[in-house]
């Protein structure tokens, strides 16, 4: 089970991702239209061709995302009454082990729907008898208002962070599967259409981390080289997101600064680019990390996509200097 401190982690990397994927898509989209455009690909036989792959790919990408969806549910479903019981834990008789969420690989595509609401509807029953049995045992006086209290308190420290940890990691498991799977039909699908990609290597690399450290309330900076890989002049962009701490809450505007953020580079010539942050104190906690994106477009075949964690510094107390006594 993940922590809070890991979510926001998580989420910048699966944003990372996306950005690399789309970025990868996107280039198979630009050399399917140039070869149209060129003669070598006709209109019709690229439609005879999408038609092909999705008719042999319908199978195999329903049950997938059958199997995405059924994992999810059937999983909330088991969280809820795994911490259900454990909410009246020690206030009454065990009803022994909790039956497990039906498999989705174990499920036929026919039945998927009637399989799990049959396991619903198995838990909402045996949710209701203990819930009676709990509220005939408060009415006989075996269950005291103190007793509640005190399990109720355990609960909060214990269970209640389980709870939510099982929930979130459930939660980012079904994106990034979805997220994979969504790729990886329409990887196949152009893989079908135009061949496998002819350099493999051509691929995006991973993100650069660039590391924003400094005092609490000051400006810090860094700078990137910026390189011009094709053989024609480039427009580069370059755009920030917004900024997110470790532990999770809203994202906020940072304030960051790209200088220069939008430029011309000749071919095979590089820039400097400069990335500017203030950590004011309202914004960024001292002591924590904070993460935001700075995406860099048309320099390259591919977006280059740069991590930046901002960390700012608690300032040191001021030094006490010592002072004499003088007598009178």
């Known amino acids: 089970m993940t922590q809070p401190a890991d979510w926001s982690r998580q989420f910048q990397e699966m944003a990372a991702e996306a950005g690399r994927m789309y970025t990868q898509?996107?280039?198979?989209?630009d050399e399917l239209l140039r070869r149209v455009s060129s003669g070598e690909l006709q209109p019709e036989e690229i439609q005879k061709q999408f038609r092909e792959y999705l008719q042999e790919q319908a199978a195999t990408s329903t049950r997938e995302l059958v199997e995405l969806s059924v994992g999810l549910l059937a999983g909330l479903l088991y969280v809820e009454a795994k911490y259900?019981?454990?909410?009246l834990e020690g206030l009454l008789p065990s009803d022994g082990p909790l039956p497990p969420p039906p498999s989705p690989s174990s499920i036929d595509l026919t039945n998927w729907f009637q399989t799990l609401a049959k396991y619903a509807t198995d838990q909402s029953v045996r949710g209701m008898a203990q819930h009676q049995q709990f509220v005939e045992r408060v009415a006989a006086g075996e269950i005291t208002p103190a007793q509640m209290q005190e399990q109720g308190r355990r609960y909060l420290e214990s269970h209640a962070p389980q709870f939510l940890g099982e929930v979130m990691d459930l939660g980012l498991t079904f994106v990034s599967r979805l997220q994979q799977s969504s790729t990886n039909l329409a990887q196949g699908l152009y893989d079908h259409v135009l061949g496998p990609e002819a350099d493999a290597s051509s691929a995006p690399e991973p993100p650069f981390i660039m590391d924003l450290r400094g005092p609490s309330?000051?400006?810090?900076?860094a700078e990137i080289v910026v390189e011009n890989t094709?053989?024609?002049?480039?427009?580069v962009v370059c755009r920030v997101s917004e900024f997110t701490a470790r532990g999770g809450g809203r994202s906020f505007a940072s304030g960051a600064e790209v200088v220069p953020g939008r430029f011309t580079v000749a071919p095979r010539e590089a820039r400097d680019v400069t990335i500017s942050l203030p950590l004011d104190r309202e914004s960024f906690t001292p002591g924590g990390?904070?993460?935001?994106?700075l995406r860099i477009s048309g320099a390259g075949e591919h977006e280059?996509?740069?991590?930046l964690i901002a960390h700012p510094?608690?300032?040191?107390?001021p030094r006490q200097t010592g002072s004499k006594k003088r007598n009178t």
């Open 289 to 293: 990390d904070y993460f935001a994106i």
């Open 304 to 307: 280059m996509v740069v991590q």
């Open 230 to 235: 094709r053989t024609e002049a480039a427009d």
């Open 313 to 317: 510094e608690p300032l040191e107390p």
């Open 25 to 29: 898509v996107l280039g198979r989209y």
């Open 84 to 87: 259900r019981e454990a909410l």
């Open 217 to 221: 309330g000051s400006v810090v900076t």
